[in-house]
């Protein structure tokens, strides 16, 4: 019989670099080891650390030191959290999920590494339903939402957590660190923006244990699928994309803003824009859903 509770590893053996790492309230080692167990992960057991600067800048580092896929840190805390295009990321003790997994794509043609966030926040979606009894929608290319009918409507979504995907350029092999933030258990004082919401102020269940097995479970699952070719990503992503059908303005990085309708995700996990019968294909940007 296999030890389960050394499936979730919280000894110096597992200790992150610039990391507190002891047991954590809020988040209970054997129940996520129970849950990995019972649906035969074959991921390393996720890290639990108390404090941390970034969860992604730890796993970056790991993936230099020839970790395996699935390697995972989860932080109470992290005092230098980032999202996209640098800004900070509120990431206070005891309140959301803040964890990193690393991922080690392939060379096979259906792997699309534009598509891996976006599987991503389809792993988020299906854990927060599972888990706390939350449903939310995904705006492209990287927040979790809460659906707009359950956020007073005129408002329009509200952000309740976020993905930060990140090529490890000097990784022996080819590795990408997924960075995933929840809000959990915040109230609107603990909040950073209006537009933030948790699992708390949802009316969800607050269990971070549960939400984490569950949240890796789907992840390593949406991963099969994806590598697969499995035709369920594309359209359950499409179907939970609250982006698709918008008029959007789309800040890129190195041109100006487009605007347009949202028509689509193409098949590499692109947002497709149509701008007076112009069809733009965008990899990147920051999306500004237009106010019904």
Not at 36 to 46: D, I, K, N
Not at 50 to 71: F, I, K
Not at 123 to 130: F, I
Not at 201 to 218: P, Q, T
Request: aromatic letters at 2%; charged letters at 20%.
């Amino acid at each position: 019989m296999v030890a389960y509770l050394s499936r979730v590893s919280i000894d110096d053996e597992s200790r992150a670099a610039g990391s507190d790492e002891h047991p954590i309230a809020g988040l209970d080692a054997s129940a996520i080891a129970a849950l990995l167990a019972q649906r035969a992960s074959t991921w390393p057991a996720p890290r639990l650390v108390a404090s941390t600067g970034s969860t992604n800048a730890d796993v970056e580092e790991l993936a230099r030191q020839g970790a395996v896929e699935g390697t995972c840190i989860v932080a109470d805390e992290q005092t230098a959290g980032r999202g996209r295009l640098d800004r900070t990321w509120v990431s206070p003790p005891g309140a959301g999920l803040w964890m990193s997994v690393l991922l080690r794509p392939g060379g096979s043609s259906a792997e699309r590494p534009t598509w891996l966030p976006l599987v991503a926040g389809l792993a988020v979606t299906d854990a927060l339903a599972e888990a706390c009894g939350v449903r939310a929608e995904l705006k492209w290319p990287n927040d979790i939402v809460a659906i707009a009918a359950a956020c007073g409507g005129s408002d329009g979504p509200r952000k309740l957590g976020g993905i930060l995907s990140a090529v490890v350029p000097d990784a022996t092999d080819p590795a990408v660190v997924i960075g995933i933030g929840v809000n959990v258990d915040m109230r609107s004082a603990d909040l950073p923006v209006s537009q933030a919401t948790s699992v708390l102020l949802e009316g969800g269940r607050v269990d971070r244990s549960m939400l984490l097995g569950c949240l890796l479970s789907a992840l390593e699952a949406r991963l099969e699928q994806w590598r697969a070719g499995d035709e369920a990503i594309g359209r359950d992503y499409r179907a939970r994309c609250t982006t698709i059908g918008r008029r959007v303005s789309v800040e890129l990085p190195h041109a100006a803003p487009i605007s347009g309708i949202v028509t689509g995700i193409d098949d590499d996990g692109h947002l497709l824009v149509d701008n007076e019968g112009i069809t733009a294909s965008i990899t990147a940007g920051d999306v500004i859903h237009a106010t019904i």
